[in-house]
């Protein structure tokens, strides 16, 4: 009885955290987590994440998405949007 307890709960932990981006991907960074502002450059998804979440686990796909793992980091090369200048009142 206390094997098969012990299986259960671990059946349902890889189950509950089988989403591949989140496991596998590395650190979340803010510029994966946060939304683009109007007029910004839309995140790239991981493809590989992505057809491994659908066909091993799609709910794990959910997961990756709410986390923000499944967009792939800021490149090297780009720099942060600027942001608009503001003119003083008169």
């Not at 979440?53 to 980091?73: E, N, Q, R, S």
């Amino acid at each position: 009885m206390k094997q098969l307890r012990q299986f259960a709960i671990l059946a349902l932990a890889s189950t509950i955290l089988s989403s591949c981006a989140t496991v596998f991907g590395g650190p979340v960074s803010t510029y994966q987590k946060t939304k683009p502002a109007a007029g910004q450059p839309q995140r790239d998804i991981r493809v590989g994440a992505l057809v491994a979440d659908i066909l091993l686990f799609w709910p794990g796909a959910v997961i990756d998405f709410a986390t923000g793992a499944i967009y792939k980091p800021q490149p090297k090369d780009a720099t942060p949007a600027a942001s608009p200048a503001t003119t003083p009142n008169k």
